[in-house]
């Protein structure tokens, strides 16, 4: 039986570059079998066939809002009736993941609820890639031409298959969801595992031309819907940099920086309803952000 379950809402295998990295993601994730299996979800043109080809197991009965885009409460309640595996993963499907992942959700704990997630490397990919080397030529290339994100989200969120974070309707692929998601871990008390020490995720840099009725942008009418979603934790951008702990070769530490402090405290403001007054002072300091 696989340890982990991966599953993703892509999108449609239109677009001749998304459909190049979509599916140089999904060999990445099938070349981790057989600790991982994978689960490819949505109705999205080439969806099926592109989730057939790379061997993985396909839902198409995701609920989705009047655009027509998955919404990601029905995808994460589909994977934890699907899986068996004790814990699962939600992946953008643009990233690739290399045997360190399996390596590192190896390291997480069983016994307690927790979430991992961590920063990826943005990385220009314009050729399919040969995962029968376990993906080093790309890790060298990501490490050689590459930046690591400046931890404004995490693309990946591994949990417990027995978690249950109360997720609301967002729309998957709009922004927000993604920081709301981490605030929640930690408005539920659970470790939140920055799992980026040990973890090389590669995004694959595209555009987001698919975006309804933001032009071809980051925004438009879902963005502002899911941050509509996201009350009371909206109010504060939630990062990587609130981790509590980090996920190293050594295992579990606790983050102790200057810059994990400062953003653990001001999650302990954002969150406790006593300290609400004390918010306007981050805004503040934020130059009104």
């Not at 290339?141 to 967002?170: C, I, K, M």
């Not at 309804?212 to 940099?241: D, H, K, M, V």
Request: include cysteine.
């Amino acid at each position: 039986m696989a340890e982990l379950t991966l599953f993703t809402l892509p999108k449609g295998f239109v677009d001749p570059h998304v459909s190049l990295i979509q599916r140089n993601a999904l060999a990445s994730w099938s070349a981790l079998a057989p600790a991982v299996e994978v689960i490819v979800m949505g109705e999205d043109p080439g969806v099926e066939e592109a989730a057939r080809e790379a061997g993985a197991r396909y839902v198409g009965d995701v609920v989705k809002n009047e655009y027509g885009t998955p919404l990601l409460d029905s995808a994460f309640a589909r994977a934890r009736e699907l899986s068996n595996a004790p814990m699962l993963c939600y992946v953008n499907g643009d990233i690739v993941l290399l045997p360190d992942f399996v390596a590192a959700v190896a390291r997480l704990p069983r016994d307690r609820d927790h979430l991992g997630i961590g920063r990826r490397w943005d990385t220009d990919v314009t050729e399919p890639v040969d995962f029968s080397d376990a993906g080093a030529a790309l890790r060298a290339q990501a490490l050689a031409s590459g930046a690591l994100d400046l931890g404004r989200g995490s693309d990946y969120f591994v949990f417990r298959r027995v978690s249950d974070f109360g997720l609301p309707p967002f729309a998957v692929g709009r922004p927000g969801w993604d920081n709301w998601m981490i605030g929640r871990a930690l408005e539920l008390h659970m470790p939140l595992i920055d799992m980026t020490p040990s973890v090389l995720a590669i995004h694959q840099n595209h555009g987001y031309a698919h975006v309804s009725g933001g032009g071809g942008s980051w925004e438009g009418p879902e963005a502002a819907r899911n941050r509509q979603l996201a009350t009371g934790i909206e109010r504060y951008t939630f990062n990587p940099f609130n981790a509590t702990h980090r996920l190293t070769a050594g295992g579990l530490r606790r983050t102790r920086s200057l810059r994990h402090l400062r953003a653990r405290a001001e999650a302990f403001i954002t969150l406790s309803p006593a300290a609400a007054p004390l918010y306007r002072l981050i805004r503040a300091a934020r130059g009104g952000r």
